[in-house]
């Protein structure tokens, strides 16, 4: 396993669009994360899965943000009628559920672009 | 509310020197921390995790340490090398939660 890896990793689209995000996450992990990062800041929580439920959901996350993880195994993350300050990258991460630490690890991010 | 802050935003070397990358926090009930470095462009890479018992994890040059009682954590960067210019960033897990809080990062480049 190679780690986790996200699709497309690149998305430049209109104004009013919709656009979705693939994570692949570690095999055996069982949480999933996404968060947002905008240019200069750290990235910002958005949303959390354990297996396929949705368990934690940011304010950041309006109502046009969805995301799925419908077999417990990849994530999708759906933004409708796109706007120019959806811009940013998204990253998503995962951990184990067993063990301590719960290190997140991230994967590389899809650069969203709003024209 | 847990607010991460790190100095300096932005920081310029000669290569072969040691460096320290500062975090400060304000809320102590930490799960963990992670320190992370992320190229430009690209995802964030794991460099080191310290538990909340911990006080301090080394890997290689690196060295990170945690100080509840002062709100403070650091990145030690040993014989700094061009290829450790990157964003450095800190973020916390905090008990109860699942997700991480992020400072800003310091931009770190190193001069050959």
């Known amino acids: 396993d190679t780690g986790v890896s996200q699709d497309p990793r690149h998305k430049i689209t209109k104004r009013g669009q919709n656009v979705t995000f693939r994570c692949d996450p570690i095999?055996?992990?069982?949480?999933l994360y996404w968060y947002r990062q905008t240019l200069g800041q750290g990235p910002e929580f958005l949303t959390y899965?354990?297996?396929?439920?949705?368990?934690?959901k940011s304010r950041l996350l309006s109502d046009r943000f969805s995301a799925e993880r419908p077999k417990g195994s990849f994530s999708t993350l759906e933004i409708q009628r796109t706007e120019q300050g959806d811009s940013a990258m998204y990253l998503c991460?995962?951990?184990?559920?067993?063990?301590?630490?719960?290190?997140?690890?991230f994967g590389p991010g899809t650069r969203l672009t709003v024209l | 509310k847990q607010e991460v802050t790190q100095i300096p935003a932005a920081l310029s070397v000669p290569e072969g020197e040691n460096l320290v990358l500062n975090c400060s926090f304000t809320?102590?009930?930490?799960?963990?921390l992670q320190w992370f470095r992320q190229d430009p462009g690209k995802g964030l890479t794991s460099l080191l995790l310290?538990?909340?018992?911990?006080r301090e994890q080394t890997s290689g040059r690196l060295n990170a340490s945690l100080d509840k009682s002062s709100g403070r954590s650091t990145l030690y960067i040993a014989a700094s090398q061009p290829g450790d210019s990157a964003t450095y960033l800190c973020a916390f897990l905090m008990d109860s939660s699942y997700k991480l809080i992020f400072g800003s990062g310091t931009r770190l480049l190193v001069r050959p």
């Open positions: 095999s055996e992990h069982n949480r």
């Open positions: 899965f354990q297996n396929e439920a949705q368990l934690e």
């Open positions: 809320d102590s009930a930490i799960y963990n």
């Open positions: 310290i538990q909340s018992s911990q």
């Open positions: 991460a995962s951990s184990q559920l067993a063990g301590a630490s719960n290190e997140q690890f």
